[in-house]
Every structure is written in structure tokens, then in C-alpha cells.
């Protein structure tokens, strides 16, 4: 499956955004997916995922209450909704899929990802 992130920007602290992950070449509903993120100074750490229909979710600490992942199958598509963002949310961030059981935090127990969309909030 090919992923491609978009929906970043140069934003202000407070406002919100919401990035769209586009999957092509199979069918989304196959993977559990997740949203990851890195910035210059550390490893790309795990933000949000979502099993495979949908009804489950994990939001890492971080971001509980103000980011929220969400899927449509039938688009083939990924979302995370991100508002009250502050500075430290500056980042590239990835959407991820996963073609094996369970929703994981680790980058490497992921299988496919695309570019990322950077994400700017400035202060």
C-alpha cells in the first residue's frame, strides 16, 4: 500500500488542523493504521492509531484530548484531527500502516508509510 500525508502548514499556537492520509494500491481496511511524528531533535514517536474497522483507538499521552484519529475504508482514507496545537507539536508526521494483528507503538512494527506533512505551530 502507497500512504501519502497532507493537510500541514504554518500555523498559530491555539488553532486547529487536520491532516488527511490517502492509501492507494490496496484496500485500507486490511491495515491498522497510525499517525507518527518526528522533529529535529528526537526519534519519530508514536501520536494515534486505529484498528482496522475502525472501532478502536489509542492516542498517545502527549496528545489525549486534543488529537483524535479517525478512518473512512470506503475513501481509503486516514485523518487526525488536531486542535488547541502549541509549539511543541512542530513536527513531520507520518501515517503508518500495519498489515499484522494487534495496534502497535514502535515504529519499526509498521510496515508502510509515504512522505510525511510538516506541521509548524508557532508560538
Known amino acids: 500500500v502507497q500512504l501519502q500525508a497532507s493537510g500541514g502548514g504554518l500555523v498559530q499556537s491555539g488553532v486547529s488542523l487536520t491532516l488527511s492520509c490517502a492509501a492507494s494500491?490496496?484496500?485500507?481496511?486490511?491495515?491498522?493504521m497510525a499517525w507518527f511524528r518526528q522533529d529535529a531533535k528526537n526519534e519519530r514517536e508514536f501520536v494515534a492509531g486505529?484498528?482496522?474497522?475502525?472501532?478502536?483507538?489509542y492516542t498517545a499521552d502527549s496528545v489525549r484530548g486534543r488529537f483524535t484519529i479517525s478512518r473512512d475504508n470506503a475513501k481509503n482514507m486516514v485523518y487526525l484531527q488536531m486542535v488547541a496545537l502549541k509549539p511543541e507539536d512542530t513536527a513531520v508526521y507520518y501515517c503508518e500502516a500495519r498489515g499484522r494483528p494487534g495496534l502497535a507503538f514502535r515504529r519499526n512494527e509498521y510496515d508502510f508509510w509515504g512522505q510525511g506533512t510538516l506541521v509548524t505551530v508557532s508560538s
Open positions: 494500491g490496496d484496500t485500507l481496511s486490511r491495515y491498522i
Open positions: 486505529i484498528n482496522s474497522s475502525g472501532g478502536g483507538s
